[in-house]
């Protein structure tokens, strides 16, 4: 790969291993039956800085993987919301799901997993579209009504409620670009006739982050009605 290069990959049948080489440094993609795992080499993938385990293989094998290399500094890896940048100058991995491990080496040192800071967004291009935040809101206020009265159908199974959630989906879903399609995960509640609008950040700081935001942005008429809850 050169500078500035991206590549997507997916695992077949038979095929258990991708590697990556920019400038003097490197990255591994490898399945050995149980778990799928990222890897930062050297260019010649025979020294291993640090691994990290991303989950079972029966999952991670069918999904699609972005790999970039913006400069000679870093390479990163992408897979269905979950990121990794991988700093060779200072000899760090971070990625932004928490419940993640990286384990180091000896030439990187056993605790080279490092948090994941904003800065990092900016690969991935992982920012909140603020513009699509205040049409959700305008959306939600103009149709307020009609969202209550079918959300009052959703214990008794009546006409409207499962289309209002699919509505309030596909109106969230520009809000937060980096987040596949039919991923984000929120319910809507009533308690002392405040509406509860109930976000799961599902351990992405980014997501939670943004989540803050959106409920930053909440127009202070819907406050008076309606409360939205960050929850992991």
């Known amino acids: 790969m050169n500078k500035g290069d991206m590549q997507k990959v997916k695992f077949g049948l038979f ?40 989950g079972p293989e029966k999952v991670f094998k069918r999904l699609s993987y972005m790999i970039v290399a913006p400069d000679d500094q870093y390479m990163l890896m992408l897979v269905e919301g979950v990121m990794v940048v991988v700093d060779f100058v200072n000899k760090t991995c971070a990625t932004n799901v928490e419940k993640l491990h990286v384990f180091g080496s000896d030439a990187w040192g056993e605790n080279c997993g490092t948090q994941w800071k904003d800065e990092y967004n900016k690969f991935f291009g992982l920012e909140m579209n603020v513009a699509a935040a205040d049409a959700f809101w305008n959306w939600f206020a103009e149709n307020e009504e ?26 969230l879903a520009p809000v937060f670009p980096y987040i596949p399609a039919g991923r984000l995960e929120f319910e809507l509640g009533c308690n002392d006739k405040i509406g509860e609008f109930r976000f799961f950040h599902c351990g992405n700081p980014n997501l939670e982050r943004d989540g803050q935001l959106l409920g930053e942005r909440m127009p202070d ?12």
């Open 15 to 54: 095929k258990k291993t991708f590697m990556f080489e920019c400038e003097d440094h490197g990255l591994v993609l490898e399945r050995d039956g149980k778990t799928v795992c990222l890897y930062a080499t050297d260019r010649s993938h025979a020294k291993i800085y640090c691994a990290l385990p991303l």
């Open 146 to 171: 009609s969202i209550v009265s079918r959300l009052s159908n959703l214990s008794s199974g009546g006409q409207g409620a499962a289309e209002i959630i699919n509505d309030i989906d596909k109106k």
């Open 221 to 232: 008429a819907l406050k008076e009605t309606w409360q939205l809850i960050i929850e992991a």
